[in-house]
């Protein structure tokens, strides 16, 4: 079990030596928060791409078995629609966020290779670590219990105080996905088209 909360505990060291050296340059703690922020989009995927090996030890087999395409067409569909629906979830959450707290603005991705660490590298790689390792490690306890502590894990992953309460809510739904369809396929692309509108929102505040 304690193997689940290694990235969160990976990426707290991490984003604490960022912040370190941040606020060190600015000495402005808010600035130093956003510049972790910003980079959080391309190191927290790529911590747990380097994490993988210690995941694939333990439980024996690569994760990409979890991505089954046995129906493509019914867990494309349900992907697309779930992703649209946590997508706008998604712009609404933000939009409020933007209003109560513009600082949060500045800290948005906004480049092209942003956007591919959010819709390609993120996505793939979070659903096989949380959903698919993480529901193996977490089930043992009753499937409600796996559901709720991936979820948790998730959302303490992503080391963002915004986005705490909705990163728990969408691993709640992206689990349910998974438990639904049989394979990572749907909430990959649900977490991709989530992320899609998401980076979107951000875009908007280059103009």
Known sequence: ??????PVLVALL????AYGIAYSRTRNRLVAGLVVHRNACWYTP???ILMWPVFNMRMGHSGVDYIQFNNVAHDLFYGLLVG???GYATLSFANWIGRRYPGYTGSMQRSFSDMIGLLLIAPVIEEIIF??????????LG???GVLITSMAFALWHMNPYLTVPAFLFGLVA???YLYTQS???????????????WRWSESYRS
């Not at 079990?1 to 290694?6: I, N, S």
């Not at 991490?14 to 030596?17: A, E, F, K």
Request: net charge negative; hydrophobic share 55%; charged share 5%.
């Open 1 to 6: 079990m304690e193997l689940l909360f290694l």
């Open 14 to 17: 991490t984003g604490s030596v």
């Open 84 to 86: 649209a629906l946590l």
């Open 131 to 140: 959903r698919g390792y993480g529901y193996d490690l977490s089930s043992t």
């Open 184 to 198: 990572l396929f749907a909430p990959i692309v649900a977490h991709a088209v989530s992320n899609f509108a998401y």
């Open 175 to 177: 689990s349910g996905l």
């Open 143 to 145: 499937m409600t219990a």
């Open 46 to 48: 790529l911590l747990l």
